[in-house]
């Protein structure tokens, strides 16, 4: 299944080579399992979006390992993926970048034609490159987005909603981010999503952050001195404050860390999809 992480920092630019490359069970490792890709998207100090991917396993992507050690943002957005459609290629790999903004996915829906000719109807079909039902959502998103005069979050809700009722789904789980914005949303209750709001540690020279989970041990000096917002596939430590987010909601973090939550979703798609209703390949990328 593919992976889906999520950082905000706020105005406080930080790294995360901990969770990309140092962690026992990092990006690099889950990649062993993962193979299809990996990818991290990030902003720079002037608001730009950068996103740095391969088509390959994370542990055997040299140009991964480079760009992990000195990436610094105040927004992070990792992936790495188990494709169920689309071919092993730079263009199906996440994130993926429209209008400055970036967008990661973990699930599956069908009937793309339907789609695509909806796309189309919206002028947006210049946005999709290649294969993935991913890229054609943030497309979906991205079209809506603009019909919203820039509202991102009146994007996505117009967008899932019209996939939920249109088309055959089995998860839209995804994040989208900008320099100052983070949006989350679980939908509906097939994969889980966790949300993690953490406060600086207290002291003059605070511990290192630890992050522990049955997959992930992540560790990090940055993270333990600033308050930051984490979107996790699962819990990464046994903190508390870990929550799962409910079905159909709709999760955003503010340049302020700010963190609001709404359910603007229908219960359940009109057409829900299950584990034995999607081919082989996909079938195997969406299995827990």
Same mark, same amino acid.
């Given at each position: 299944?593919? +992976?889906?992480?999520?950082?905000?920092?706020?105005?406080?630019?930080? &790294?995360?080579?901990?969770?990309?490359?140092?962690?026992?069970?990092?990006?690099?490792?889950?990649?062993?399992?993962?193979?299809?890709?990996?990818?991290?998207? /990030?902003?720079?100090?002037?608001?730009?979006?950068?996103? $740095?991917?391969?088509?390959?396993?994370?542990?055997?992507?040299?140009?991964?390992? &480079?760009?992990? &050690?000195?990436?610094?943002?105040? /927004?992070?957005?990792?992936?790495?993926?188990? $494709?169920?459609?689309? $071919?092993?290629?730079?263009?199906?790999?996440?994130? !993926?970048?429209?209008?400055? +903004?970036?967008?990661?996915?973990?699930?599956?829906?069908?009937?793309?034609?339907?789609?695509?000719?909806?796309?189309?109807?919206?002028?947006?079909?210049?946005?999709?490159?290649?294969? /993935?039902?991913?890229?054609?959502? !943030?497309?979906?998103?991205?079209?809506?987005?603009?019909? $919203?005069?820039?509202?991102?979050?009146?994007?996505?809700?117009?967008?899932?909603?019209?996939?939920?009722?249109?088309?055959?789904?089995?998860?839209?789980? !995804?994040?989208?981010?900008?320099?100052?914005?983070?949006?989350?949303?679980?939908?509906?209750? /097939?994969?889980?999503?966790?949300?993690?709001?953490?406060?600086?540690?207290?002291?003059?020279?605070?511990?290192?952050?630890?992050?522990?989970?049955?997959?992930?041990?992540?560790?990090? &000096?940055?993270?333990?001195?600033?308050?930051?917002?984490?979107?996790?596939?699962?819990?990464?430590?046994?903190?508390?404050?870990?929550?799962?987010?409910?079905?159909?909601?709709?999760?955003?973090?503010?340049?302020?860390?700010?963190?609001?939550?709404?359910?603007?979703?229908?219960?359940?798609?009109?057409?829900?999809?299950?584990?034995?209703?999607?081919?082989?390949?996909?079938?195997?990328?969406?299995?827990?």
């Amino acid at each position: 299944m593919c +992976r889906l992480f999520g950082l905000h920092a706020g105005p406080n630019p930080v &790294r995360v080579t901990f969770w990309l490359l140092d962690a026992p069970d990092s990006l690099s490792a889950q990649s062993r399992r993962e193979p299809d890709g990996a990818g991290i998207g /990030t902003f720079d100090a002037s608001g730009r979006a950068h996103v $740095a991917k391969q088509p390959l396993a994370a542990w055997e992507d040299h140009a991964f390992a &480079r760009e992990a &050690r000195v990436l610094k943002s105040t /927004t992070f957005l990792a992936h790495v993926r188990y $494709a169920s459609t689309g $071919a092993h290629t730079m263009v199906n790999t996440h994130p !993926f970048e429209q209008d400055g +903004r970036l967008f990661a996915h973990n699930g599956a829906f069908g009937d793309l034609g339907r789609l695509n000719q909806h796309l189309a109807e919206l002028g947006v079909a210049d946005l999709v490159h290649g294969q /993935t039902d991913s890229e054609r959502l !943030f497309a979906l998103i991205t079209a809506e987005s603009r019909r $919203a005069g820039g509202h991102v979050g009146e994007g996505i809700s117009h967008a899932v909603r019209w996939v939920a009722r249109e088309l055959p789904v089995f998860s839209l789980n !995804f994040i989208v981010t900008t320099a100052a914005d983070l949006w989350a949303v679980r939908y509906p209750a /097939t994969h889980e999503l966790h949300v993690l709001e953490r406060k600086p540690a207290a002291g003059a020279e605070p511990a290192p952050l630890e992050a522990r989970s049955a997959r992930i041990h992540a560790r990090s &000096r940055d993270l333990s001195r600033s308050a930051h917002v984490l979107i996790a596939t699962e819990p990464m430590d046994p903190s508390p404050g870990w929550r799962p987010m409910g079905p159909g909601e709709l999760v955003h973090v503010g340049p302020d860390l700010a963190v609001t939550a709404t359910v603007p979703f229908p219960e359940a798609p009109a057409h829900p999809l299950t584990l034995s209703d999607l081919d082989p390949s996909a079938a195997a990328s969406q299995k827990p």
